[in-house]
């Protein structure tokens, strides 16, 4: 859970809305999935390291435009691989996330 205000998709301006769309769009499709059940909430939303960019739409762009190039499946790393990265990075850095 994020520990500042964040502004979920479907409560998003059209602006915020379409940096979602567009970033959303950049990802391989294997990250297109339902969100992993043990971070669904008992109202049925999702924690997402995304909506806690929603504040300034042009960072979410930016930062998050900048993984999808990263998570390519061109380039040599497996999605599994990119999740044990981020995995590590998280706990390193006491970060849920």
């Known amino acids: 859970m994020a520990w500042i205000r964040t ?7 059209p602006g915020l809305r379409a940096a979602y769309v567009e970033t959303r ?3 391989p ?3 297109h999935g339902p969100a992993v059940p043990a971070l669904v909430g008992p109202d049925g939303t999702a924690e997402s ?3 806690s960019h929603s504040l300034i739409p042009d960072a979410l762009r930016h930062a998050f435009g900048t993984l ?3 998570l390519g499946p061109e380039l040599p790393l497996s ?6 990265i981020a995995a590590v990075v998280s706990a390193t850095n006491a970060c849920f996330y």
């Open 25 to 27: 769009a950049l990802y």
């Open 29 to 31: 499709a294997e990250y």
């Open 49 to 51: 390291i995304v909506s």
């Open 7 to 13: 502004i979920p998709p479907d409560q998003a301006d």
């Open 79 to 84: 999605r599994r691989q990119h999740e044990m």
């Open 68 to 70: 999808a190039v990263l």
